[in-house]
């Protein structure tokens, strides 16, 4: 991990923040607590969430530019997001993460970095 590099430099740009939504999302679709939580077609969410995290990981600001201020959380309150959903999140970035290849310094950061919003999100008892 080069600490002078954004995130989404150090994971490889566009091409890697492609690979790793491909990744994450069979898992989370395989996941009993996420699965119910996502549209069959999920392409559409699979697209929004590559523009969203080439943003947060500080490339392109795609998502903004498509949508606006990303407002994450209140995208996510017509969803009932429990502490332990979150936490299955967390989980299936980690395997993803660590399906493509990024190495351990890199992803600990990364997970880090995401753990503040996921249990953010948290509007479920």
Known sequence: MNPSLSIYDNLGGEK???QLVEA???????NPLLGPLFPEDIRPVMEKQFMFLSQFFGGPSLFSDA??????RARHLPFPVTRERAEAWLACM???LGEIGVDN???DFIIQRL???AFHFVNTP
């Open 24 to 30: 994450f999302y069979p898992k989370v679709q395989a």
């Open 67 to 72: 949508f606006g201020h990303p407002m994450m």
């Open 16 to 18: 890697a923040i492609r």
């Open 94 to 96: 980690t395997e993803a």
């Open 115 to 117: 753990s503040g919003p």
């Open 105 to 107: 310094e890199l992803k």
